[in-house]
């Protein structure tokens, strides 16, 4: 039961943070891509180093394993990235923020990204089998994490992400982006 409720309520709460800090709207999401406002890109850099902090603290701290992490395909990942950036950019949402605008009771998020959502998974289950199977076996290094293939303290690895994040936010104030 904890396995469902507990993603539900933290899944809540990040998009209710992502509404009342505006980050649903199409013109931050938009933007973001003209670099002309940074504000979801430090919010979700800020959300990833609070996140590694609390996974990697929890596991050192014996409360949590990660034995069940995703196997990491580099050429699946990066082409997957790609799609999913050039999708955010034409759509001016990402799925996150396309659920917190539907919470609103918004249409123009509902129509838009009900369909980009169907018409994803259509085109993923069409062309899995041809397409994807291929790619997956390309650079498929199984269920590692960063610190795993590189083999460095993954504590070194957060610090490092910690310490870019924090340069890129005074670089974008710095710039008022």
């Keep these: 039961m904890k396995d469902v409720v507990l993603p539900l309520i933290f899944g809540f709460f990040f998009g209710l943070f992502l509404q009342k800090a505006g980050l649903s709207r199409y013109h931050k999401i938009v933007n973001v ?3 002309k406002d940074m504000a979801v890109m430090k919010f979700m850099m ?4 609070v996140a590694m902090l609390g996974v990697f603290g929890l596991k050192g ?4 394993e990660l034995t069940n992490v995703n196997e990491t395909y580099v050429i699946g990942n990066l082409l997957g990235g790609l799609i999913f950036g050039v999708g955010m950019a034409l759509a001016g949402f990402c799925p ?3 659920v917190a605008g539907i919470g609103q009771g918004s249409l123009d998020y509902l129509i838009p990204g009900g369909l980009g959502f169907l018409a994803g998974a259509i085109l993923f289950g069409a062309t899995y089998q041809r397409i994807f199977t291929p790619i997956y076996k390309l650079a498929n290094y199984g269920g590692k994490t960063a610190a795993d293939l590189w083999n460095v303290n993954p504590w070194l690895l957060i610090l490092l992400f910690i310490l870019l994040s924090s340069t890129a936010f005074y670089l974008f104030e710095k710039k008022r982006l």
Excluded: N
């Excluded at 800020?46 to 180093?49: D, E, P």
């Excluded at 701290?61 to 949590?64: A, C, M, R, T």
């Design 46 to 49: 800020t959300a990833l180093g």
């Design 33 to 35: 891509f003209r670099l």
């Design 61 to 64: 701290l014996g409360l949590i």
């Design 96 to 98: 996150g923020t396309c």
